[in-house]
């Protein structure tokens, strides 16, 4: 899962580092410093290649209207999903480049049953840690 084709197929919606820094409320500064705390991952894609974020790993920061979850407010910054940070720490232990740990957090996992993203975004983290703990 090595070329930027297959990672497109997978991810499907890229944030480039100002878009993330606008969703966020950062300066780009910031969010590269986030990358390099490994509180989000991102690579190269594009010609010229741009450094790109998935866009799953940002979700709605605290919402206006909590009936309304997937809508977020206007006023209210997005924010890194809390429990990535910690995935990313199993995965580069276990030696995962940026590129195969997005592969990894994007491909269906059979015994999550979902992508590990997709767990985690459901709050399903203590799974996708297990899930990635055994492979070290």
Not at 12 to 18: A, F, I, V
């Amino acid at each position: 899962m090595s070329s930027s084709s297959d990672l497109d197929q997978l991810v499907g919606s890229w944030l480039t580092l100002p878009d993330v820094a606008q969703m966020l409320g950062v300066d780009t500064g910031r969010v590269r410093r986030l990358l390099q705390e490994r509180r989000l991952v991102g690579v190269r894609r594009g010609s010229p290649p741009v450094l790109s974020v998935p866009a799953d790993l940002l979700v709605p920061g605290h919402l206006a209207n909590p009936a309304a979850p997937d809508v977020p407010s206007d006023d209210k910054p997005w924010t890194v999903l809390a429990s990535l940070q910690g995935t990313l720490t199993v995965l580069a232990d276990d030696g995962f480049s940026d590129e195969e740990t997005i592969g990894w957090l994007f491909a269906v996992e059979d015994s999550l049953g979902v992508s590990p993203i997709a767990a985690l975004r459901a709050g399903r983290k203590t799974e996708v840690r297990r899930v990635a703990q055994a492979m070290l």
